[in-house]
């Protein structure tokens, strides 16, 4: 697609619910990466996949936390049991490649509220 | 550890220039980058630097000492639509392509 893709914008979950987020990255970008943005806080890593692997998935909070990319393009991240903590702006990124050079195209995120 | 550090927020107006700082303290160093947000959008990029000195893109500048671990994003003739939060990111570790991003600073501009 022209952009990143995330779906969807807005989700309001009860506590304990699980919730998926999906991204679609731009077509024929091999990095993809999730972001969370908090009120108040800087960006936030999560997650870093190059195609379908994850070298790099050390910002994870929690084991409630877990994403998937199949195909080498779409990606879900996935949170178990949601927590008020949990609130906040998940961004996702993709880049042409891994590298220093490269920088990213965010996604609009999605907004998720958990009350 | 880790840090980045900008100031929360700035006001300028119409037609001025600002500068925005970064001081940044990272276990080593591969690139610095900036980024503009507008509110409830994503970031978009503006500029990278991984050598010492000033790249220059239009209105916006930015500027990189290393020895230093210390960035600036100029901007000249400032518009309302620069209206934004600038993030400064650091990208550290060879091989980790993740940011370390700052909190961001939100600049006001007055007609």
């Known amino acids: 697609g022209a952009g990143v893709s995330q779906s969807p914008s807005n989700k309001v979950t009860e506590k304990g619910k699980d919730v998926e987020l999906r991204c679609d990255p731009i077509?024929?970008?091999?990095?993809l990466y999730w972001y969370r943005q908090s009120l108040g806080q800087g960006l936030e890593f999560l997650i870093y996949?190059?195609?379908?692997?994850?070298?790099?998935k050390s910002g994870l909070p929690s084991d409630r936390f877990s994403a998937e990319r199949t195909g080498g393009s779409v990606s879900t991240l996935t949170i178990q049991r949601t927590q008020q903590e949990d609130s906040a702006v998940y961004l996702c990124?993709?880049?042409?490649?891994?590298?220093?050079?490269?920088?990213?195209?965010f996604g609009s995120g999605t907004r998720l509220t958990v009350v | 550890g880790q840090n980045i550090d900008q100031p929360t927020e700035m006001t300028a107006t119409e037609g001025a220039i600002v500068q925005i700082n970064c001081t940044y303290q990272t276990s080593g160093f591969n690139g610095l980058f900036w980024y503009q947000q507008h509110a409830g959008e994503a970031p978009t990029f503006l500029s990278y630097n991984v050598l010492d000195g000033l790249e220059e893109k239009g209105r916006f500048s930015s500027f990189l000492s290393r020895s230093k671990g210390y960035s600036y994003l100029l901007l000249k003739e400032l518009q309302m639509k620069d209206s934004a939060s600038y993030l400064c990111a650091v990208r550290g570790l060879s091989g980790t392509y993740k940011y370390i991003f700052g909190t961001g600073t939100r600049l006001k501009v007055l007609a």
């Open positions: 996949f190059q195609g379908n692997s994850a070298p790099d």
């Open positions: 077509s024929g970008h091999t990095a």
């Open positions: 990124a993709s880049s042409i490649a891994a590298g220093p050079n490269y920088g990213y195209t």
